[in-house]
């Protein structure tokens, strides 16, 4: 049948009942997924994970060629060495394909179970390649409750999309991307999370402070920021980066990435003779 350009506009009935449903419904919802992450598991970033011994009479080298990964347990006793599965370890020192060592790696609890002894510790140290996601060697250092253990804790963004800041066209600056904490407890408090949604736009720029992030601390006073920082420590800033001017780096500027205590890392030295040179 042919259509008539008659059109008809059809009219939706709001019954009082729907109205109070939908009126009424986000209250109903709200407690179910309160309730829902109200039972969920506290954040904890323990690791827990067995070892042997070290075997004697066997060199570091020897351990590295076998896919173990040698370290060293110190600090409050006597020096224990202990081996792990190498792959095992550096598959949580590097949680990105391509990406550099992360910074949970050193701010974590170890809970190391070695036959029938457990030691808590917390990495102290730690000798890897500079480029290639490999591991060397690692030094852990116990962690006894009641005894100070200073530690960086890292610190993750959090709602950078609904930055107000961020959609005016600012650059959201992590300043802090770990922070050293004195830690007394048990345990060792999971990563800071940094809520940046009421950062804005201002002049010359906007920022959140260690005093608010105080919050995210044991509550049982177990922990606190280490005693050289000051309540007004910058953690993040929003800023507009065309106000910023280029500044260019000093000559004797060298890249901190690269330093060890035996000197500075080697791209493409190994230590085989002969080493690469720059030529003029």
């Known amino acids: ?111 190391i179970h070695i036959g029938d002894w457990i030691e808590e510790c917390v ?26 253990t200073e530690l960086p804790i890292p610190v993750s963004l959090s709602g950078l999309w609904g930055c107000p800041g961020y959609r005016a066209g600012g650059h959201v600056d992590l300043a802090m991307p770990t922070i050293q904490c004195e830690c007394v407890g048990e345990g060792i408090p999971p990563p800071f999370i940094v809520d940046v949604t009421s950062l804005q736009l201002e002049d010359p720029y906007s920022k959140i402070t260690l005093e608010d992030l105080r919050h995210q601390l044991p509550e ?23 106000s910023v001017p280029e500044v260019p780096l000093p000559p004797d500027w060298e890249d901190p990435n690269f330093n060890r205590r035996g000197g500075r890392y080697h791209l493409t030295y190994t230590g085989y003779w002969p080493k690469q040179t720059t030529r003029s």
């Not at 076998?66 to 598959?91: D, H």
């Not at 060697?137 to 005894?147: I, L, N, S």
């Not at 006073?221 to 800033?237: I, L, N, Q, S």
Request: some cysteine; overall charge positive; glycine content about 4%.
């Open 1 to 111: 049948r042919a259509s008539s350009s008659k059109r008809y506009m059809i009219k939706r009935v709001e019954y009082p009942w729907k109205q109070e449903l939908k009126r009424d419904s986000w209250k109903f919802l709200k407690q179910e997924m309160v309730h829902h992450f109200q039972q969920q598991p506290q954040r904890d970033s323990t690791v827990h994970i067995r070892g042997s011994q070290w075997p004697p009479f066997t060199m570091k080298e020897e351990l590295l060629e076998a896919g173990q990964l040698p370290t060293l347990i110190t600090g409050w006793g006597p020096p224990r060495r202990v081996v792990f599965p190498r792959a095992e370890v550096e598959r949580i020192a590097f949680d990105e394909p391509e990406g550099h060592l992360s910074y949970l790696f050193k701010g974590r609890l170890w809970r």
């Open 123 to 148: 990495v102290s140290d730690v000798n890897l390649h500079p480029v290639e996601q490999e591991l060397y060697f690692v030094r852990f250092r116990r962690h006894v409750p009641g005894k100070v």
């Open 220 to 242: 049982d006073g177990t922990t606190r920021f280490a005693r050289h920082y000051a309540p007004d420590t910058e953690v993040v800033m929003c800023y507009d980066p065309k």
